[in-house]
């Protein structure tokens, strides 16, 4: 994509500036030199998701020559969305799932923090979960950042693909 609009700026100014097609400039401003059209190559960049189907890791955004890797959670038994609290997701991550996985995919980001659920449907399917332990004190506040906005991301995604989240499978 960033290759199409360096070709497309590219284009205009050879289409606008090469042709001799010039506006006037306003007096007081035509003295200057007009600055040069400079491009930067830019690097192909290949998301993160793709590199994962390929089997290939993803590019790491720490200092080069660090050694450093993001750290990354190990999938939980019965996870939909094992990568909701690593990194954002995308609707290549979500777009597979029916209106009752994406609930239980958004609700998982709360169940790893012990959220105590109404709803006897997911409360039971989370019950079922080794990993699952209720907390009587759960708050929303210990989530990170990035699990709200992937739990709102998910949200929204059910508001617009199916007009409200379900609430049974």
Known sequence: MKHVLVASALTVAILFGASGCAREAPSGEG????????????????????????GQDAPSNEAAGSGATPAETQPLPGELLPM????????????????????????????????VFQNAHIRRHFEEMTWYAPDKDYDDANLSVLERENADYILKYQKFAFEAPATNP
């Open 31 to 54: 003295d200057e030199a007009p600055e040069a059209l400079t491009t930067t190559p830019v690097p192909p960049e290949e998301p993160a998701d793709l590199a994962a189907e390929a």
């Open 84 to 115: 909701s609290d690593d990194r954002p997701l995308t609707e290549r991550d979500i777009d597979r799932l029916t209106n009752w996985e994406l609930t239980l995919a958004r609700d998982e980001i709360f169940a790893r923090h012990g959220r």
